[in-house]
């Protein structure tokens, strides 16, 4: 079901996209492209750019993000196809930085550290959870049945309410993993 119409008058002034698309790659890697897009209505003045036009990015990044099985990022690639000012595009390659590091616990606060903020774009670093979310649920329905299941406990487990390590779903589908009380026989 879709929000509710507003009950207050209201005029759109800005539009932020954000698109993730998951892919399964022939060398069993995985990957995910995400893309953010700020779009105003309004024309807007900038030194860089010159007056940028309703409806023309403000803002156009990409990140795409290479990981195995594991987790484990193989490749992180950036790229600013549209901003307001002529260094933003400069500071791309710091998003190598997140190579060789794990998604896991924590990962969230680690991409922070390494890309977010004065050292780095808060924009593409913004980027990141929703293409982790993405990689998830690209992988979960093809590699959580051959490789997660056999050899380790599946990432998806406690990353959400519906899975959570004492619940209905671990139980049914993952028993090994199950934390709450066993029914007796």
């Known amino acids: 079901m879709p929000l509710p119409i507003s009950e207050n008058p209201r005029k759109e002034i800005h539009t932020r996209q954000i698109i993730c698309k998951g892919f399964?790659?022939?060398d069993g890697l995985w990957d995910v492209d995400a893309?953010?897009?700020d779009i105003k209505t309004y024309p807007v003045d900038n030194n860089f750019r010159g007056q940028i036009q309703p409806g023309e990015p403000i803002h156009e990044m990409w990140v795409r993000l290479t990981v195995?099985?594991?987790m484990?990022?193989?490749?992180c690639i950036a790229v600013t196809d549209y901003s307001p000012y002529a260094c933003c595009p400069d500071i791309t390659p710091i998003f190598k930085r997140l190579i060789g590091k794990q998604?896991?616990?924590?990962w969230t606060r680690l991409v922070k550290e390494l890309v977010a903020g004065t050292?780095?774009?808060?924009?593409?670093?913004?980027?990141?959870?929703?293409?982790?979310?993405?990689?998830?649920q690209t992988m979960a329905g093809i590699a959580k049945g051959k490789t997660d299941k056999e050899?380790?406990?599946?990432?998806?487990?406690?990353?959400?309410?519906?899975?959570?390590s004492d619940g209905q779903q671990v139980l049914d589908f993952h028993p090994k993993?199950?934390?709450g009380k066993k029914a007796d026989k």
């Open 119 to 136: 050292q780095g774009c808060t924009h593409l670093a913004d980027l990141v959870p929703p293409a982790t979310t993405t990689l998830f």
């Open 177 to 179: 993993y199950y934390t």
């Open 103 to 106: 998604i896991a616990h924590g």
């Open 35 to 37: 893309q953010i897009k």
């Open 24 to 26: 399964q790659r022939e």
């Open 72 to 75: 484990l990022v193989h490749d």
């Open 68 to 70: 195995d099985t594991s």
């Open 151 to 164: 050899t380790s406990k599946p990432f998806y487990i406690n990353g959400c309410h519906a899975w959570v």
